[in-house]
């Protein structure tokens, strides 16, 4: 039998707890693979937005979502400059999901069933074909649905101020002039729609190493994250030297 030769990070936890630049900065340290499973909800939300359909019309984004990736819609793959690339009928709409609108978007339509089964193969995938001798995956059910036998779970979080200062300093930098308090009433009630959900919901697994980053740089997170690789997975850590 073939063996599973890639090592498996799963990184969970809620949004804005530094997750998608700790998770890229982890895979870097080791040549990893990263693969940004939000980026894929966030794509197949901008896909219904553009095609007019609702995103509470539940059984119309099943069936959207799991046509856009029969047809190979959605595409992922590694990128030197992002750590990955994900395209949508061919264009590369990295920018074009980081909106606040598609956040929303995109914590809507994770919550269908059918949405999550239409792209749970295509996480799979990625990792089993793509060869890498490691994956850092970054989500919110990795650990607990995508990757249940991850060699390594990381559930990182913080409290709902300090992601929402994070979130609020990462808008205006772009030049947003939305206000820290709606900043933190969106970071709450994702949270709240995220952990709320019936499947799939945001949990922390039981064998995850618990990360909080409240009033830690992200220098200091990172730094802890490689360090636990190192302890666990020496083998694919050793191969990056
Ligand atoms: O991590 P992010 O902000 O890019 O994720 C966008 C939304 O996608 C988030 O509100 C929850 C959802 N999501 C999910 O349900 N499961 C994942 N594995 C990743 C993201």
């Excluded at 850092?136 to 409290?159: H, N, Q, W």
């Excluded at 709320?196 to 697994?205: D, E, K, V």
Aim: aromatic content about 4%; proline content about 3%; overall charge neutral.
């Amino acid at each position: 039998m073939h063996r599973q030769t890639t090592a498996v990070v799963a990184m969970d936890g809620p949004a804005g707890a530094g997750k998608s630049t700790v998770a890229r900065r982890v895979a870097q340290a080791f040549g990893f693979t990263l693969l940004d499973t939000g980026a894929l909800y966030r794509t197949v939300a901008l896909a219904a937005l553009r095609a007019a359909v609702d995103w509470a019309d539940v059984a119309a984004m099943s069936r959207f979502a799991e046509a856009l990736v029969a047809r190979r819609g959605v595409e992922i793959e590694p990128s030197e400059a992002s750590g990955m690339r994900v395209r949508l009928d061919g264009e590369d709409v990295g920018e074009a999901i980081r909106t606040p609108e598609i956040s929303m978007g995109a914590s809507q339509v994770s919550a269908i069933p059918g949405v999550r089964a239409a792209l749970l193969d295509l996480q799979r995938d990625f990792v089993r074909l793509g060869r890498a001798r490691g994956v850092v995956c970054e989500g919110r059910d990795i650990g607990t649905v995508v990757f249940p036998e991850a060699d390594l779970k990381v559930f990182l979080t913080a409290s709902v101020d300090a992601r929402a200062d994070r979130r609020h300093r990462e808008l205006a930098g772009k030049g947003s002039d939305v206000t820290f308090e709606s900043t933190r009433a969106e970071v709450a009630q994702r949270d709240a729609q995220d952990e709320g959900r019936s499947i799939a919901p945001l949990r922390r697994a039981a064998d995850a190493a618990l990360v909080d980053s409240t009033g830690l740089d992200l220098d200091a997170v990172v730094a802890a994250i490689v360090e636990l690789v190192r302890a666990r997975l020496p083998a694919a850590a050793e191969g990056a030297r």
